[in-house]
């Protein structure tokens, strides 16, 4: 085990854990064009909630992605900070998608995966929020200004 080959690998995860949140905040942002769009140019519909509702689970897919990143960058801290034995088979270096194949969840498994994601308060809550204002707005509004 060579620890200079452990920290490469810790500091590219590093670089995509990070992208990964900034991604995840562009679908966010996105979904307020999306809905400031649809209200201000009269579009509010089902249409548009089904739109929100899949860049939300978009979103989630993303932060599962991300989350594959971090169970990585954990271990890696763990072997960088020597609370690993070099005895473990998988404090080899650049391993990411070999160590996740072997315990790749069966497609429900990823499905539950994504649903736990999307339900977690920091991706939920700005969702959630956007899909209250639209229905709020057709079901309490008859017109949207």
């Known amino acids: 085990m060579q620890t200079s080959h452990l920290a490469a690998e810790w500091s590219l995860l590093q670089n995509q854990f990070d992208s990964y949140e900034k ?8 979904s307020i064009g999306v809905l400031a ?4 140019t009269d579009h ?3 249409f548009i909630l089904c739109l929100l509702l899949i860049l939300w ?3 989630a897919i993303w932060k599962t992605f991300q ?3 971090d169970s ?5 801290e763990g072997y960088l900070s020597n609370e ?23 497609s429900v ?3 539950k995966e994504y649903l736990d994601q999307a339900l977690r308060p920091t991706i939920a809550l700005p969702h959630l929020l956007l899909i209250a204002m639209l229905l709020f707005n057709l079901l309490f509004t008859s017109s949207p200004h």
């Open 23 to 30: 991604y995840s905040l562009l679908i966010k942002l996105f």
């Open 37 to 40: 769009a649809a209200y201000f």
């Open 44 to 46: 509010l519909s089902v």
């Open 57 to 59: 689970l978009q979103d």
């Open 67 to 69: 989350s594959r990143i």
């Open 72 to 76: 990585r960058l954990l271990q890696l």
């Open 84 to 106: 690993h034995t070099p005895q473990h088979c998988d404090g080899v270096a650049f391993q990411f998608n070999s160590l996740y194949l072997q315990n790749r969840p069966s």
């Open 109 to 111: 498994g990823l499905i």
